[in-house]
């Protein structure tokens, strides 16, 4: 699994801002995928940039306000298409 393919799962499941991402990480997707601080916020920026996901709206605008993030049709549209990709299977162990 891919860093951002994780990250717009987690904002299907909820938009999120950047620190609500990163607490989620750390208690339950940590187990599957870890990421820091750092990287989770370059990959919203660049998931932005790219128009997979879009900041929402704040109610009222202020300085330092956290922005929370949702996915766009071209983000669902790039997950439909990950996992359909053929990704291939690890070499499993038997104890």
């Known amino acids: 699994m891919s860093l951002p393919h994780a ?18 990480f750390d208690k339950s997707i940590g187990y599957f995928w870890s990421a820091t ?3 989770i916020y ?3 920026g660049r ?14 605008p202020a300085r330092g306000q956290k922005k929370a993030y949702e996915v766009l049709p071209a983000g ?10 053929a990704q291939g ?5 038997r104890g």
């Open 42 to 44: 370059r990959e919203l």
């Open 76 to 85: 669902r549209a790039e997950l439909v298409r990950w996992t359909s990709t």
């Open 7 to 24: 990250i717009l799962t987690a904002l299907l499941e909820k938009p999120s801002s950047g620190l609500e991402l990163t607490r989620r």
């Open 89 to 93: 299977l690890g070499v499993l162990r």
């Open 37 to 39: 601080h750092q990287q």
């Open 47 to 60: 998931l932005e940039a790219e128009g997979l996901i879009r900041a929402l709206a704040a109610e009222q």
